[in-house]
């Protein structure tokens, strides 16, 4: 939690770049570009998400054990979803029967 | 969290950290990182089902896109601008509270639970919307297509993450309404509004999961 | 340094009286007790179930009870002993107590959520106790779908709920342990100079933080599932059941490293205290906790070889199981060479060290054995995996745990408990342990099937062996209960530091006063600065 107090216009900055970022993501699900459609919006989620966790929640000016600890979170999550879709993702690898 | 004693204006009046810490930074460092460690177990909390939608989006894609239709880009896209003034304004309350002003601490406050409150409402419209579509898992669950089963466990996904976010919205409201009868009392100060602040990252929390909700089960495919 | 052998005349447990002052306490000292007396009670449940499977076990005809009530008693057995007596058991009892204490303060950083995580904890046990009182339930203690969201008669809801919310005990009670070892450390006490009991539980907590809303949120879902009959998890509605056993061990595989952590942080305590000798490789194990904590979520998958997972996922489990098994062997390496020309002592609680030492190994060994695909395929379900995690349960963490209400007896209580019975206690438990659960790894290798209630007529002998043994092993359990509680009243009067250990719980009176220090300790030196040649223990 940070003491200094961050000028009004910061956050009206992050408001109006969220609203943009939903604009897009909203326009870039009626395009039709396959794969491409979930990394974007993964994408975009990401930024939308990073902006309102380092201005909103004022974890840039947060100490280093409040960085770790949010990467953190997250890294668990990534850790908890990858290693569950390595199994799904690679059953098919094999080609046994019943596999 | 608690101050020691009752206070009646925000300014010079200096409040006493609690029994078990040292002074009031090491209260509110303490309290900061609490809110964080807690924070981090919601991500795993929503995590859980974060990662069952993917491996069945991932099992059953064009049955996901479909169902994924069925919802209102109109209503999740103005839930998410709802949601997304509302962190808007609880970080403007922060923000009011961390400069002692308190007549502006109130006003965002309560802005906050009224666009917190659309945004169950609309909510609420949805739901119904489904409902009387035949679209609630369950026995009443109609979905046309050989794959219905799929398509229904979009949905048991789709009520289970939103319905879990909007038991944490509620909390959220009701907690803000907290703060505001303590804000009213004069209970915040700038040395002491940790309340306010982790109050402010617990919504700006909820805000993140639906930011990834709405496009993942709302924008599926909508060509 | 000896301080007068009197009790102070206001300490923690006579500052006031009542059961409202311990039932709206936040101290977290009476928490702790608090903890004490829940644990014990659901020690006794968890118990009986016990007793009740090794009868059925003595034939090899299912004779005792039917199948449905043997699944439901090993079902319960597994339940209440994990959720409600290992997992909390030493956080919640020696941590709540010793954290604080150890690192100068007052009290933990939040103690009024402390005491909120007791009476979720309660209200947790109150429902699945319901669930057993009103018929039991028979999926296992492993919840595994369908079965449990679909197909079974049984109190799957109240069990599922009162696993959930005792869920948010356990994580309210990591985040406070986080936040405090972080945040209220005495002043020059850097993180270097904790006691390893401390990173234990630090590392636990992370454990406990991380991978406890999994569970919560699994089980809420078979939960949902069993209610409104849709099909998260069940196959013949779409779902998938492997998905299941993939959330749920992956709190339930780091569980076993929650349970294990913080008897190796009391083992480090005792061994350095009574070895007379500084903790070799202080380093390695402080990090090795952290290593266990973040490995220990790499792995889960080796409960799943036979599910149905994919070859290359299997193989990759199989792999980092291998490697989180290497910074517990470092621990007990150091604890071994912390021995080594250490002036060595055989009270109560170095007996426990000495038991666990030896136990964690057998156990921790054959966990290999089970991480290795191949074994695995043929040992798997069968009473060889109950035997490996018996060894490490019970072996390790029950024997962490009475060496650590041992050793930290006289400071809780202010009271010593009888020496003889103590050692007495200790070997018939020993000995009761080995003659249960080794025939077990025996029974397992030849082919006999756990969560069976019958078997063929030649593993009879293993299992009136392992019977007997139980016998022998719940008499050594009772002994110290008894002597405990006679402790109270007529044990020796405890003066601040009865075993001459370092460490900050050991510089304030026996009983602590409520505030645990009259001013904050500064400290200066390293963690375990035992010098050759000290006054020693008797």
């Known amino acids: 939690?940070?003491?200094?107090?961050?000028?009004?216009?910061?956050y009206y900055l992050v408001f109006a770049a969220l609203l943009l970022l939903t604009l897009v993501t909203v326009e870039v699900a009626f395009f039709d570009m396959g794969i491409l459609n979930f990394s974007i919006a993964l994408a975009i989620s990401t930024c939308k998400s990073l902006i309102v966790i380092l201005y909103f929640m004022h974890l840039r000016y947060s100490s280093r054990l409040t960085w770790v600890v949010a990467g953190a979170g997250f890294f668990w999550l990534f850790i908890l979803m990858a290693l569950t879709m390595s199994d799904y993702l690679t059953r098919a690898w094999l080609s046994v029967p019943g596999w | 969290m608690r101050i020691g004693q009752g206070r009646s204006?925000?300014?010079?009046?200096?409040?006493?950290?609690?029994?078990?810490?040292?002074d009031l930074d090491q209260q509110r460092e303490a309290s900061s990182l609490g809110m964080w460690v807690f924070l981090v177990t919601e991500i795993m909390f929503f995590g859980g089902m974060f990662t069952g939608y993917t491996v069945y989006r991932h099992a059953y894609p064009e049955v996901f896109a479909d169902a994924s239709r069925r919802l209102s880009v109109v209503l999740g896209a103005l839930n998410t601008s709802i949601l997304i003034c509302s962190s808007l304004t609880m970080a403007l309350a922060v923000r009011s509270a961390q400069a002692g002003k308190r007549r502006a601490l109130i006003g965002f406050l309560v802005l906050t639970m009224l666009l917190g409150s659309a945004f169950l409402g609309i909510k609420s419209v949805e739901y119904a919307h489904k409902f009387h579509e035949h679209l609630v898992p369950g026995a009443t669950f109609t979905f046309p297509g050989p794959r219905a089963q799929h398509a229904e466990l979009f949905f048991s996904f789709y009520f289970a993450m939103t319905g879990l976010h909007a038991l944490h919205m509620v909390i959220g409201i009701a907690i803000l309404g907290a703060l505001v009868a303590l804000s009213w009392r004069g209970r915040f100060c700038p040395e002491d509004y940790a309340a306010v602040e982790n109050t402010g990252l617990y919504w700006h929390f909820v805000d993140i999961v639906w930011i990834f909700l709405f496009p993942l089960l709302y924008l599926i495919s909508r060509t | 340094m000896r301080t007068p052998a009197s009790e102070p005349r206001e300490h923690y447990l006579n500052v006031s009286y009542g059961v409202r002052s311990w039932l709206f306490t936040t101290d977290h000292k009476r928490i702790a007790l608090l903890y004490l007396l829940a644990i014990t009670f659901f020690f006794f449940v968890g118990g009986a179930f016990a007793v009740l499977i090794r009868l059925e076990l003595m034939t090899p005809a299912g004779d005792l009870v039917q199948s449905e009530t043997y699944n439901k008693l090993f079902t319960m057995h597994g339940l209440i002993m994990v959720f409600f007596f290992l997992i909390p058991s030493i956080p919640a009892v020696l941590g709540n107590f010793l954290v604080p204490m150890m690192i100068g303060a007052r009290d933990l950083a939040f103690p009024r959520l402390n005491l909120a995580s007791w009476y979720i904890f309660i209200v947790g046990g109150l429902f699945t106790m319901f669930a057993v009182v009103a018929g039991g339930v028979d999926t296992g203690w492993t919840f595994y779908t369908p079965y449990s969201s679909t197909y079974s008669n049984t109190h799957v809801v109240a069990t599922a709920l009162g696993v959930f919310i005792t869920g948010f005990s356990s994580i309210l009670t990591g985040l406070n342990f986080i936040v405090t070892i972080h945040k209220m450390r005495a002043p020059g006490l850097t993180w270097f100079r904790l006691p390893l009991f401390i990173w234990a539980h630090y590392a636990t907590s992370l454990i406990m933080v991380l991978g406890t809303p999994v569970l919560a949120i699994t089980i809420a879902l078979v939960a949902i599932e069993r209610v409104l009959r849709i099909g998260i998890f069940d196959p013949a509605l779409g779902g998938d059941p492997i998905l299941f056993q993939h959330l749920f061990w992956f709190y339930s595989h780091p569980a076993v490293y929650i349970m294990i952590l913080p008897a190796m942080g009391v083992m480090s305590e005792l061994v350095?205290?009574?070895?007379?000798?500084?903790?070799?490789?202080?380093?390695?194990i402080a990090f090795s906790s952290l290593a266990i904590a973040v490995l220990g979520?790499?792995?889960?998958?080796h409960h799943m070889f036979v599910s149905g997972q994919s070859v290359y996922a299997?193989?990759?489990?199989?792999?980092?199981s291998f490697l989180v098994a290497i910074p517990s062997a470092v621990k007990v390496f150091n604890w071994t060479a912390t021995l080594y020309k250490g002036s060595i002592s055989y009270q109560t609680p170095m007996l426990y060290a000495f038991g666990f030492i030896g136990l964690f190994t057998v156990g921790g060994l054959t966990g290999l054995f089970l991480a290795s695909l191949g074994v695995d395929v043929h040992v798997t379900d069968t009473y060889f995996v109950v035997a490996h995690f018996h060894y490490i349960m019970v072996g390790g963490v029950v024997m962490g745990y009475l060496g650590g209400i041992h050793f930290w007896w006289p400071k809780i209580s202010g009271r010593m408990y009888p020496e003889g019975w103590g050692r007495l206690a200790a070997l018939v438990i020993f000995i009761g342990f080995n003659l249960t659960f080794f025939p077990q790894f025996l029974l397992g290798y030849l082919g006999m099937p756990r969560r069976y209630h019958f078997y063929p007529p030649e593993f009879q002998v293993l299992n009136v062996m392992s019977s007997a043994g139980a016998s022998i092993l719940g008499v050594g359990y009772l002994i110290p209960m008894v002597y405990l509680i006679w402790s109270l009243r007529y044990g020796a009067v405890a003066d601040s530091n009865p075993w001459e250990a370092k460490g900050l719980e050991w510089q304030t009176p026996s009983p602590p006063p409520t505030q645990n220090f009259e001013q904050t300790p500064v400290v200066q030196d390293e963690a375990y600065a035992y010098w050759p040649g000290e006054v020693e223990v008797d």
């Open chain 3, 272 to 284: 350095a205290c009574f070895s007379r000798k500084r903790v070799f490789g202080y380093g390695f």
């Open chain 3, 297 to 301: 979520f790499l792995v889960w998958g």
């Open chain 3, 314 to 320: 299997a193989i990759v489990f199989s792999i980092l």
């Open chain 2, 9 to 22: 204006r925000l300014t010079e009046i200096h409040a006493v950290p609690a029994h078990q810490f040292d």
């Open chain 1, 1 to 10: 939690m940070s003491q200094r107090v961050l000028p009004q216009k910061t």
